[in-house]
């Protein structure tokens, strides 16, 4: 079965700091990749999504992740945080061609000071 | 178009009652998935439904079924409930086939006392 890691459980940052969140998966064929993003009180939201194409993809809010194959990572960026970055972040990995059920990584907590 | 929506937001219920949460996918969605979020766990996958049936099933107990309906609304039912089963419930609404991402409600906030 597919698993999800990501490395930084609970990461803090002052604004205009760099952000990059690892994401590795297990899975060695053709995957789906998310990055989901959870405000505080609010629903998980999608950030970006990789599908083909491209391996560096640009999301919403300033972030991107880039797809390195030969290290099945996904890593998260973003150049210069802001305090409304404050959130739960998720990498997710579904199998292209298979059930479309993502696995979930266990979420990065990311606390910004202003 | 509407969003995915879950009912209750919150919910008390005490150790070995049984609970339903709701869940109405996003119209024209066919698959709809249920996901436990715990601090420190993430998002455990509980099962999926696609046309009224069960496509995939992660490992949780017995004690945890879904079902869904003909309009794709989805129903979650967890039996003889424990202090463990306090938790976030999620459900993920998506097309089902091809390369798709899951929407997500705002959750049923279960908590067994």
């Known amino acids: 079965a597919q698993s999800v890691s990501q490395h930084n459980h609970h990461v803090i940052l002052s604004e205009a700091a760099s952000l990059e969140l690892g994401c590795n998966y297990s899975?060695?064929?053709?995957?789906?990749l998310f990055w989901y993003v959870q405000y505080p009180g609010q629903h998980l939201q999608l950030l970006l999504k990789?599908?083909?194409?491209?391996?560096l993809v640009k999301g919403i809010k300033g972030f991107e992740a880039e797809f390195i194959k030969s290290k099945f990572s996904f890593n998260l960026r973003k150049p210069s945080v802001q305090w409304s970055d404050t959130a739960e972040y998720f990498c997710?990995?579904?199998?292209?061609?298979?059930?479309?059920?993502?696995?979930f990584g266990r979420g990065t907590s990311l606390i910004v000071h202003p | 178009k509407a969003g995915v929506t879950q009912t209750p937001r919150y919910l008390i219920k005490t150790r070995g009652q049984q609970v339903t949460l709701s869940c109405s996918p996003i119209?024209?969605?066919?698959?709809v998935s249920w996901y436990q979020q715990t601090p420190g766990q993430g998002l455990q996958f509980l099962f999926e439904?696609?046309?009224?049936?069960?496509?995939n099933k992660g490992n949780f107990p017995g004690r945890f079924s879904g079902r869904q309906f003909s309009n794709s609304r989805s129903e979650m039912n967890v039996s003889t409930l424990e202090l463990g089963d306090s938790a976030l419930y999620l459900c993920?609404?998506?097309?089902?086939?091809?390369?798709?991402?899951?929407?997500f409600g705002q959750g049923t906030r279960l908590t067994v006392v």
């Open positions: 993920a609404s998506s097309g089902g086939t091809g390369r798709t991402e899951a929407f």
């Open positions: 899975y060695g064929g053709t995957v789906n």
């Open positions: 990789y599908f083909s194409g491209d391996p």
């Open positions: 997710a990995v579904s199998l292209s061609g298979g059930s479309y059920i993502p696995t």
């Open positions: 119209s024209g969605h066919r698959s």
């Open positions: 439904y696609f046309s009224e049936t069960q496509r």
